[in-house]
């Protein structure tokens, strides 16, 4: 029986995402109005109003998915299959390749549907665990060969949510290398792609390196568009990808009409709207690394290559004062409306949180931590040794 576990991060957004005042913990960047996107492409605005709303292509209008490829070296516009979000091409990847007793290797800790979907289906997880090393979050390509030894599929996600690792580019050639010997497929979730933060290289798409290689896109990200629920798949294995449009056929059909024409002037503005995102984010990592300077008995900080997540810990202090992440983010957001997330949420280390950096007001947000803490609300009670 299909069924998988509660989604332990989106319960914590049902409850706060929408009441929570600051969110510094999100992982989607600043957004936009539609009238903002519509003006980036003259005509734009006469495409959306004069569609018709019928249903529309399984794999995706055909200019979004030839405005995609142009993105990839490989795939060509046949080897993009568009879905409601990522979310919905994870589901739908995972349900039209695993079944009971396959093995899959899941880069841990993850986003939960990267290793949640596999193991209700009925796979066996194996995780191969990030880990600080010389003050940066890796992944050792050495401990994946006998992980991956009879798998079905490699599951990794770069840059990573939550640390924002991710490795080098000999290393993804180590992790591509091995998948190939094993004959696995190699599922990348990409959504942070384009996010590479302070000169850290962009890695290729793995639908680009590996021909049983999938890359997962989305403009939630770095487009800041989570509202299209625009996502993708690319790759160059049509068998694959004719096994997911089989699957789609009893999840969403197709994707919503209006939300291919606002995605299809994302897609060809992308450098513009990535390459804001990119300096929004690293003027708001500055701004949180100098209050990290500034307050050590509070966070330990490990700085993210890409992405617009991190994922410090609490430095001992902080731990005595507040008990845990768990613990401080329900202080902090029922006291000062603030919101960050614990990392016990990603079945990670309980002393962790998840910050997201991407959004307009996060250095304001930091700056109202900073005289929280600094206060007396922050400063006290200790809990209980
Ligand atoms: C790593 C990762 N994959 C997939 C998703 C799902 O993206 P979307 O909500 O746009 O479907 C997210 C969203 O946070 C994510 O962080």
Redesign the pocket.
């Known amino acids: 029986m299909f069924r998988p576990r509660p989604f332990a991060l989106e319960r914590f957004f049902a409850k706060h995402e929408f009441s929570a005042r600051r969110l510094l913990c999100s992982?989607?960047c600043e957004s936009m109005s539609v009238r903002e996107l519509l003006a980036l492409e003259p005509g734009s605005e006469e495409s959306l109003l004069s569609l018709r709303l019928g249903y529309t292509e399984t794999r995706g209008a055909p200019a979004l998915r030839e405005a995609l490829a142009s993105r990839y070296e490989g795939p060509g516009a046949d080897g993009i299959f568009v879905h409601a979000?990522?979310?919905?091409a994870?589901l739908n990847l995972f349900a039209a390749t695993l079944s009971d007793g396959d093995r899959v290797v899941v880069a841990t800790p993850c986003?939960q549907?990267?290793s949640e979907l596999p193991r209700a289906l009925g796979a066996t997880t194996l995780p191969w665990h990030w880990r600080i090393e010389g003050g940066r979050w890796i992944l050792d390509p050495d401990e994946l060969a006998p992980l991956a030894r009879g798998a079905r599929m490699i599951v990794l996600?770069l840059p990573h949510?939550p640390t924002g690792g991710t490795v080098s580019p000999s290393d993804f050639a180590a992790i591509v290398a091995v998948a190939r010997k094993e004959g696995c497929i190699l599922l990348v979730?990409e959504?942070?792609r384009g996010l590479e933060l302070r000169e850290t290289p962009r890695l290729p798409a793995v639908c680009e390196a590996y021909e049983r290689g999938v890359s997962?896109g989305?403009f939630?990200?770095n487009a800041g568009l989570?509202g299209l629920?625009i996502?993708w798949l690319a790759s160059r294995d049509r068998e694959l990808l004719d096994a997911v449009a089989a699957f789609k056929d009893y999840n969403s059909i197709c994707s919503s009409g209006p939300s291919e024409v606002l995605a299809l002037v994302a897609a060809r503005n992308y450098d513009i709207l990535g390459n804001r995102a990119r300096a929004l984010c690293e003027r708001n990592l500055d701004a949180f690394e100098g209050f990290a300077a500034r307050h050590p008995d509070f966070v330990e900080w490990t700085p993210p290559a890409g992405g617009s997540i991190a994922f410090p810990r609490l430095a001992a202090a902080a731990l005595g004062r507040f008990g845990d992440a768990g613990a401080l983010a329900e202080r902090l957001v029922s006291e000062t409306g603030i919101l960050l997330l614990p990392g016990a949420l990603y079945e990670a280390d309980a002393a962790r949180f998840r910050l997201g950096f991407g959004r307009a007001d996060f250095a304001e947000g930091v700056a109202e931590l900073e005289e929280w803490l600094g206060a007396g609300s922050g400063k006290g009670p200790a809990v209980a040794p």
Do not use: F, H, I, P
């Not at 979000?85 to 919905?88: C, P, S």
């Open positions: 992982s989607d979000g990522a979310e919905e994870l986003y549907s990267l996600n949510n979730d959504v942070y997962l989305v939630s990200k989570a629920r996502g």
